[in-house]
């Protein structure tokens, strides 16, 4: 029904991913930054994608987000208006879970919450057909507890984008021990047809990237909350010695401080470090709704 849905919708060709497979529909599962940001990446390489929001609102302003990005990149003389124009003939949004029954892989992207996520897996097992591959976008949960949710195990991986999608050329692939090389391959080549760089990653807490990340994040607070320097001071230090595009706390900022203790918390419950608890500051301004960018306050504001 969908598959229609999205013809119409959509209107889009059909994008080849590899000898064995045609991928014709990607779902999409969360309407937040990361959730629109990986449907922009996906529409933009001329692959039809469906957004499902919990409300059918709250997706069509994921995709009036997405146009209004895509705008920002026509004015910018990044994109043309027919490639904008192209682009979002490939989007469309229901705030129905049922809806994505006739997609080929789907990318979860939803709140970075266990319990959440496998009960979506569970669901999304039910919903879609035998063929489709159902992949996460978390950043450190295990994706085997997702696989392990359904009855596809095997068809079950990580796809890790980063914050901005659109921007970051970076999608870390991961492997739980369930899944085969076919859905590894698969993963793969939908990264390669995204214009995206893959890196390979076996299913351990943080992967590459925040494994390595968010001990030198947390220390960074752990610095500031000693006294040995400000946090602006810490910011510059970080940017003009060692080259990096913006300081720790800047960074925390773009990531979101909820979504950083919920990193810290998977990283510590695995790897038992006491480096890698959440140090106290940044806790306490998760619990007082102070986010980063996403709330217009973190350790900055904005």
């Known amino acids: 029904m ?17 000898s064995a497979s045609q991928l014709k529909l990607v779902g999409v599962i ?20 469906v957004i499902r929001s919990r409300t059918q609102e709250t997706a069509d302003a994921t995709k009036a987000a997405i146009e209004a990005s895509l705008k920002k990149q026509v004015a910018k ?4 208006q027919d490639q904008l ?5 490939h989007v469309c949004v229901t705030g129905k879970l049922e809806d994505l029954a006739n997609c080929d892989l789907i990318i979860e992207s939803a709140v970075e919450d266990l319990v959440t996520k496998k009960e979506l897996f569970t669901q999304l097992d039910k919903i879609t057909k035998p063929s489709c591959v159902l992949s996460t976008n ?3 949960l295990p994706v085997i507890e997702m696989a392990k949710s359904t009855n596809r195990p095997d068809k079950v991986c990580g796809i890790h984008f980063f914050n901005p999608a659109v921007l970051m050329p970076l999608v870390e692939v991961v492997r739980p021990i369930t899944a085969s090389d076919e859905t590894i391959a698969f993963a793969n080549e939908f990264v390669k047809a995204c214009a995206k760089d893959a890196v390979q990653v076996v299913d351990r807490a943080g992967f590459i990237v925040n494994a390595l990340l968010f001990p030198y994040l947390n220390n960074a607070i752990a610095m500031f909350e000693a006294g040995t320097a400000s946090m602006e001071d810490i910011d510059v230090a970080m940017k003009g010695g060692c080259n990096f595009p913006m300081g720790p706390f800047a960074l925390l900022d773009l990531v979101g401080l909820d979504t950083s203790v919920a990193i810290l918390n998977a990283l510590h419950a695995e790897f038992k470090s006491p480096t890698l608890e959440p140090r106290p500051m940044l806790k306490k301004l998760v619990e007082q709704g102070k986010l980063g960018r996403k709330s217009k306050q973190g350790f900055y504001s904005y």
């Not at 849905?5 to 889009?12: T, V």
């Open 85 to 89: 124009d192209a682009a979002m003939a």
């Open 30 to 49: 969360g309407s937040g930054i990361m959730g629109s940001g990986i449907a922009e990446v996906i529409a933009k390489s001329g692959i039809d994608v």
């Open 138 to 140: 978390t950043s450190t």
């Open 2 to 18: 969908l598959y229609k849905l999205a013809n119409h919708i959509c209107a889009s060709t059909v994008a080849q991913m590899n």
């Open 77 to 80: 003389a990044k994109i043309t």
